[in-house]
């Protein structure tokens, strides 16, 4: 069986072989950011037995994920993971970048079917979801730059009455208004919460926002943002 470092490389080379030099550079460095990920996460999706291998190999043998695994790991899960937590979360990369990632995850996807690696089930849920995720990545960052400027332009300068820092998820969306649910007590729920109608505009319901919320009346404002994810 072939190493998920071997199946990869025999995509790149693939690639190679019909792109010019400049698309290649693209799929080289979004293939780059996956191993980084299945060499630092990957772990994360096995089961009990597998992560009993990872730790003797990785211990004794200095092994990574992908020297230790084969295609059963290059499924929905891990790409899925990458694409959705990844990618804007510890990447934080441009446009391009996102745009160009989201791409080659779909190429390979399709290609991992084409030559055996994915069974025909999996196939069709990853394809799905890979195809979401791809539109949905460049925006996640567009948006995370969007709330950073809007909140040095729009700051806070009156008093609030409660306040809420945690992850919440997209649930309704106005123009200039959102309406969050907070992850931790039981998904209560917040809003409306001002935002630009430009941000209004390219959020998503069900994407999560990290943000610190304050109630000031019969509104919520933002004190501090972080990441938007696409799930």
């Not at 470092?5 to 780059?32: D, H, N, V, W």
């Amino acid at each position: 069986m072939k190493t998920i470092r071997e199946i990869l490389e025999e995509f790149l080379t693939e690639q190679q072989a019909r792109l010019s030099p400049k698309t290649c550079s693209g799929y080289e460095e979004a293939i780059y950011f996956f191993r980084t990920y299945l060499n630092s996460y990957g772990h994360r999706h096995l089961n009990r037995d597998e992560t009993t291998k990872y730790e003797k190999l990785e211990a004794s043998e200095d092994k990574l994920f992908w020297d230790i695994f084969g295609p059963e790991h290059l499924g929905l899960s891990e790409i899925s993971d990458f694409l959705a937590d990844f990618m804007p979360r510890k990447v934080a990369g441009s446009r391009t970048l996102m745009e160009t990632t989201g791409r080659v995850m779909l190429k390979l996807v399709k290609w991992l079917h084409e030559k055996g690696y994915m069974p025909d089930k999996e196939y069709e849920e990853a394809e799905e979801n890979v195809k979401e995720l791809k539109a949905d990545l460049p925006l996640v960052g567009e948006v995370t730059d969007l709330l950073s400027d809007y909140i040095q332009r729009h700051p806070v300068e009156t008093q609030y009455t409660s306040d809420i820092d945690a992850y919440f998820e997209i649930a309704k969306i106005e123009p200039g208004k959102l309406w969050l649910e907070d992850y931790l007590e039981s998904k209560k729920k917040v809003g409306p919460v001002l935002v630009s109608e430009e941000i209004s505009s390219k959020c998503k319901v069900g994407w999560t926002v990290s943000l610190w919320v304050v109630k000031t009346g019969k509104v919520w404002k933002i004190l501090e943002s972080g990441n938007v994810l696409p799930r």
